[in-house]
């Protein structure tokens, strides 16, 4: 929905593309319009997701790159640090897919 017009729009999955594993209900998104139709998305750099599954967290884990795989609330798959448990949030960078931070 256009914030300043009130103008609902849809897109299908095809033009949503990867952008749709960050995709929450009520994420603000910057569109690209062209003769009055979407044809691009702007993600923030950043959003944040809860981990849904993920494998239990690994007793005496350093802060060493060992990553492991967590499937988030939109069903996307990121490598997360071995602390991370099921529940918690994470921000992910929408550029790449990566971990950046536990949001507090």
Do not use: W
């Not at 569109?31 to 950043?46: C, K, M, Q, S």
């Not at 071995?82 to 992910?92: A, D, Q």
């Amino acid at each position: 929905m256009d914030l300043t017009s009130y103008d609902q729009f849809a897109l299908d999955t095809e033009r949503v593309g990867d952008a749709a594993g960050y995709m929450l209900e009520n994420l603000e998104l910057r569109t690209v319009h062209f003769r009055g139709e979407v044809i691009a998305l702007n993600l923030p750099i950043t959003v944040d997701l809860t981990v849904t599954e993920t494998a239990p967290a690994i007793k005496g884990a350093t802060a060493q790159a060992q990553l492991k795989p967590a499937t988030v609330e939109t069903g996307l798959q990121v490598g997360v640090p071995s602390y991370v448990e099921p529940g918690e949030r994470i921000r992910v960078d929408t550029r790449d897919g990566r971990f950046v931070e536990r949001v507090k």
